[in-house]
């Protein structure tokens, strides 16, 4: 089994900074992709970011795109996400996952991002 924890949530003004952490443990595997989810109020989950393995293949979805950016530490299984000129709209639940083949399997119980106007 694999254990996630997301780290970093919280509150800030719009044109912010924050810095999502995930923390993946337990069962180690050779080859996988971190991602980086979010879920807004009243909204289904949407993708925001991935990262290889190996931390040198990485893809945002657009709305993200020049704002956030996704960086690896393989060597302690941790995964970030810099978040930049942050838009309330960008409030949301941050969830990490960890993908071992084409499907994410383990997720962590998300955190907190709130970005005031």
């Known amino acids: 089994q694999v254990q996630v924890v997301e780290s970093g949530g919280g509150l800030v003004q719009a044109g912010g900074s924050l810095k999502l952490s995930c923390a993946a443990s337990?069962?180690?595997?050779?080859?996988?992709?971190m991602a980086w989810f979010r879920q807004a109020p009243g909204k289904e989950r949407e993708f925001v970011a991935r990262?290889?393995?190996?931390?040198?293949?990485?893809y945002y979805a657009d709305s993200v795109k020049g704002r956030f950016t996704i960086s690896s530490d393989n060597a302690k299984n941790t995964v970030h996400l810099q978040m930049n000129s942050l838009k309330p709209e960008d409030t949301a639940v941050y969830f990490c996952a960890v993908a071992v083949g084409a499907m994410y399997n383990f997720w962590g119980q998300g955190t907190q991002v709130t970005v005031s106007s």
């Open positions: 337990g069962r180690t595997f050779s080859k996988y992709t």
């Open positions: 990262i290889s393995w190996s931390g040198d293949n990485t």
